[in-house]
C-alpha cells in the first residue's frame, strides 16, 4: 500500500473531525446560553467565555486546516527513483574525469 493513500485517508479523517468540531464551536459562538443547557452536568451553569470560544474555533480552523495540507500535498518521488538518479549522475561524473585523477 502506498504511503500517499494512507497520508490522504488520515488527512481527510482529520478534515471531517476538525469541521465537526468547527461545526459545534461556530453554534456554541451563535447561542453560549443554549450551548450551556445542553450540558448535563451542570445545564443552569456560566456558558463557556467567548475567548475561550474562539480560541476552541482558531483551534479547529488550524487543524482543519493542517487536514487539509496532508491530504492535499502533493506525493514526493520516491527515494529509489531518486538513489536511481544520483547513481547515474555519478556515473556520468566519472566517465568525464582522466584516469589518474580517479
Do not use: H, Y
Amino acid at each position: 500500500m502506498k504511503t500517499g493513500l494512507l497520508r490522504r485517508a488520515l488527512g481527510l479523517s482529520i478534515c471531517a473531525a476538525a469541521a465537526l468540531f468547527a461545526l459545534v464551536t461556530l453554534i456554541a459562538l451563535l447561542d453560549p446560553a443554549g450551548t450551556q443547557a445542553a450540558n448535563d452536568a451542570d445545564p443552569f451553569g456560566a456558558p463557556p467565555s467567548l475567548p475561550r470560544l474562539c480560541a476552541e474555533f482558531a483551534v479547529s480552523l488550524a487543524v482543519l486546516a493542517g487536514g487539509i495540507w496532508l491530504s492535499w500535498r502533493p506525493a514526493r518521488r520516491s527515494t529509489d527513483a531518486a538513489a536511481t538518479e544520483l547513481s547515474q549522475t555519478q556515473a556520468a561524473d566519472r566517465s568525464t574525469i582522466p584516469k589518474e585523477f580517479r
